[in-house]
């Protein structure tokens, strides 16, 4: 672990419930209650000015089924950080970002709609890849890859 790790385990200790080193970066695992103060303070304290990206990964078969994933970064530092944090697949939502990362309003969009994650307050949730009326998840496990989806015709 980097001196910049350090610092930032330090200062949020007690508030995520596993730090680790994986391939040079920084990994906190977090609660989902736990997401926007951590993330406020990455932004405001240690310089994670850049939110890189959020996604999910699919596990059926484990509780929680979703682990929802964010990376961000600190150019002053040149470090990464990753945030990880489990989410049911009975209530797979977790609080936007929006409100400290104006750019998470397009990425969380495409996390919804890929994984069927719901982004508490991003009052845009509509399609960004696949086109409206689409059913389903994609990049879910579960979904069947030879599914057919309805047809929709051109829009000129």
Do not use: W
């Not at 997401?35 to 078969?61: I, K, N, Q, S």
């Amino acid at each position: 672990m980097t001196p910049v790790d350090e610092r930032i385990i330090t200062a949020l200790e007690g508030r995520f419930t596993r730090a680790a080193d994986s391939f040079g970066t920084l990994l906190l695992e977090i609660e989902r209650e736990r997401l926007l103060e951590v993330v406020a303070r990455l932004r405001h304290e240690f310089g994670f000015a850049l939110f890189l990206d959020v996604t999910a990964v699919d596990r059926p078969g484990r509780t929680p089924r979703f682990d929802v994933v964010y990376h961000f970064l600190s150019p002053a530092e040149r470090k990464r950080v990753r945030l990880t944090l489990g989410v049911s697949a009975d209530d797979p939502t977790v609080p936007t970002l929006t409100g400290v990362y104006g750019a998470a309003r397009f990425m969380e969009r495409e996390a919804h709609e890929m994984y069927g994650i719901r982004f508490t307050d991003n009052d845009d949730l509509r399609p960004i890849l696949l086109y409206e009326g689409f059913t389903g998840h994609p990049l879910r496990k579960d979904y069947a890859i030879d599914r057919e989806q309805p047809t929709v015709p051109y829009r000129k």
